[in-house]
């Protein structure tokens, strides 16, 4: 058995949830993939989380003595202090005892959950480009939009603990389509990945049920004017919707994940011409918008940095 002392981090999606085994560098040592079934209990996802948490730790050699902790991300709104999971409206969980349920199997083993876009933003602070900056922005542009506020290097979670919440910024007052909030004109509903595969039906010679973000890129990559045009216009929106957290928060940088930002070179032009024009003072106007450094596996890092940045505030 390893001496090494590593955390699990557990990445609970939608459509599949990612465990790992993640060491202090930020590298990943082990991980195991499977679906995220909706029709589950909470319970019942929680024991195949505790299933697969323990297949990977027998995979790296390790046993509990080898847990600084575990660290948790939850696809909705979350009490980090209680553990508790308050709503995941993919699947209609409500009031979960994340921690509560894993307590369990790991007494005395510390314990963090947060929402899964907060937790890609300590990921960036713990281990990515976030680790230059005091303060920054992390925004999620992937089947929605979700944001994530880093202040003096500490997590801004807000009275209600959904500080950052970009996607429901108003962008489109004069003709905003219906957002799955409830309001109209919701950068979610004008710039995500679903948005942007919305705009492109009928628009490119692809079967409509088939459109994706991922493919209307493609088509804008082989310089399909319609493509190009959808990416144009959600760049815009994204540039509007910066420019307000811009002017409030005066990040240091927006670092951007989700699937959405590996179209990033579409849309960064258009992002910054908007976002240039709306803001105020110089210093505004030059803030970096970066990609994230994590890649695919921002969910999980992130999850695993529930842990470690709480480490970090130690040695401060």
Same mark, same amino acid.
């Given at each position: 058995?390893?001496?090494?002392?590593?955390? +699990? !981090?557990?990445?609970?999606?939608?459509?599949?949830?990612?465990?790992?085994?993640?060491?202090?560098?930020?590298?990943?040592?082990?991980?195991?993939?499977?679906?995220?079934?909706?029709?589950?209990?909470? *319970?019942?996802?929680?024991?195949?989380?505790? %299933?697969?948490? #323990?297949?990977?730790?027998?995979?790296?050699?390790?046993?509990?003595?080898?847990?600084?902790?575990? !660290?948790?991300? +939850?696809?909705?709104?979350?009490?980090?202090? %209680?553990?508790? =999971?308050?709503?995941?409206?993919?699947?209609?969980?409500?009031?979960?005892?994340?921690?509560?349920?894993?307590?369990?199997?790991?007494?005395?083993?510390?314990?963090?959950?947060?929402?899964?876009?907060?937790?890609?933003? =300590?990921?960036?602070?713990?281990?990515?480009? @976030? /680790?230059?900056?005091?303060?920054?922005?992390?925004? $999620?542009?992937? $089947?929605? &939009?979700?944001?994530?506020?880093?202040?003096?290097? *500490?997590?801004?979670?807000?009275?209600?603990?959904?500080?950052?919440?970009?996607?429901?910024?108003?962008?489109?007052?004069?003709?905003? /389509?219906?957002?799955?909030?409830?309001?109209?004109?919701?950068?979610?509903?004008?710039?995500?990945?679903?948005?942007?595969? #919305?705009?492109?039906? @009928?628009?490119?010679?692809?079967?409509?049920?088939?459109? $994706?973000? *991922?493919?209307?890129?493609?088509?804008?990559?082989?310089?399909? /004017?319609?493509?190009?045009?959808?990416?144009?216009?959600?760049?815009?929106? &994204?540039?509007?919707?910066?420019?307000?957290?811009?002017?409030?928060? #005066?990040?240091?940088?927006?670092?951007?994940?989700?699937?959405?930002?590996?179209?990033?070179?579409?849309?960064?032009?258009?992002?910054?011409?908007?976002?240039?024009?709306?803001? &105020?003072?110089? $210093?505004?106007?030059?803030?970096?918008?970066?990609?994230?450094?994590?890649?695919?596996?921002?969910? =999980?890092? !992130?999850?695993?940095?529930?842990?470690?940045?709480?480490?970090? /505030? @130690?040695?401060?």
């Amino acid at each position: 058995m390893s001496n090494q002392k590593v955390v +699990v !981090g557990i990445d609970n999606g939608g459509t599949k949830t990612l465990i790992g085994i993640v060491e202090q560098s930020g590298k990943i040592l082990v991980k195991k993939q499977f679906p995220t079934d909706i029709n589950d209990s909470p *319970k019942t996802h929680i024991e195949k989380c505790m %299933k697969v948490v #323990n297949e990977c730790m027998e995979k790296a050699g390790m046993n509990d003595q080898s847990l600084l902790g575990i !660290g948790v991300n +939850v696809p909705g709104l979350a009490d980090p202090k %209680k553990g508790v =999971l308050i709503h995941a409206p993919y699947s209609g969980w409500r009031n979960v005892p994340v921690r509560e349920h894993l307590q369990e199997k790991w007494p005395g083993i510390p314990i963090h959950i947060a929402n899964d876009v907060n937790a890609c933003a =300590l990921g960036e602070l713990v281990f990515g480009r @976030g /680790k230059q900056f005091e303060n920054f922005l992390w925004v $999620t542009i992937s $089947t929605g &939009i979700g944001g994530g506020i880093i202040i003096d290097r *500490k997590m801004v979670e807000g009275e209600h603990f959904i500080a950052g919440e970009i996607g429901h910024l108003v962008v489109e007052w004069e003709d905003g /389509k219906l957002c799955g909030c409830g309001n109209r004109g919701c950068l979610e509903a004008h710039a995500s990945g679903t948005a942007i595969a #919305n705009m492109a039906k @009928g628009k490119l010679e692809i079967e409509p049920s088939s459109i $994706t973000a *991922k493919s209307v890129a493609e088509s804008a990559y082989n310089g399909n /004017k319609a493509a190009l045009d959808k990416y144009r216009q959600a760049g815009n929106y &994204i540039g509007r919707a910066f420019s307000y957290a811009a002017n409030v928060l #005066n990040p240091g940088a927006i670092i951007i994940g989700g699937g959405v930002s590996l179209s990033f070179d579409l849309l960064e032009p258009h992002i910054r011409e908007t976002f240039q024009s709306a803001v &105020i003072d110089e $210093t505004n106007k030059n803030i970096p918008i970066l990609q994230t450094a994590l890649g695919y596996e921002a969910g =999980l890092i !992130g999850a695993a940095s529930l842990i470690y940045a709480n480490d970090l /505030k @130690g040695d401060e």
